[in-house]
């Protein structure tokens, strides 16, 4: 029995005893191999809260958080880049990539999206889009399908 308690108070001690670095290490793997993605969101959150002075890794360890929630399809992601914005202001680094993150996830929250698909100054803007959203077909134009994704010319036979 005194085993036991020995080895549980070893184990408690080296959990215990896990760096944040260790912690925003481990969430990775968690994320990125095993694609646990709420066991990384538990780990990421421990890593930002025991970084202490360390606010790099605190930025970076909310902006994982944040991308775990965005795979998620959470409505947190949102809350999390806000966070790395407002609170460490002085981490370029992660303000950069939770403002790039804020602007790729736009308002999929809500559902709606607008996006540009079309824009020459050569053509009219007359036309409409493929039933998948894909492409723009434009009108008087029969054999160029424009992809909305590239925004390049592609020309097919029809």
Not at 42 to 62: F, H, M, N, P, W
Not at 122 to 132: A, E
Request: aromatic share 6%; hydrophobic share 40%; proline share 3%.
């Amino acid at each position: 029995m005194k085993r036991i308690a020995l080895y549980l108070s070893m184990v408690m001690t080296m959990v215990a005893a896990e760096t944040p670095q260790e912690l925003f290490q481990k969430a990775l793997v968690k994320e990125r191999s095993e694609g646990k993605l709420a066991e990384a969101i538990q780990l990421y959150r421990r890593a930002s809260e025991a970084a202490g002075k360390d606010r790099a890794l605190a930025a970076k360890a909310l902006v994982q958080l944040g991308q775990c929630y965005e795979k998620m399809g959470s409505t947190q992601a949102r809350k999390q880049y806000d966070r790395v914005i407002r609170d460490y202001a002085d981490q370029k680094d992660s303000v950069a990539m939770a403002r790039a993150r804020i602007g790729a996830i736009g308002t999929h929250e809500t559902g709606t999206v607008l996006r540009k698909i079309w824009a020459d100054d050569n053509t009219d803007s007359g036309g409409r889009p493929s039933p998948d959203g894909r492409f723009f077909l434009p009108i008087g134009q029969r054999e160029a399908i424009l992809p909305c994704a590239t925004l390049r010319r592609e020309r097919i036979a029809f």
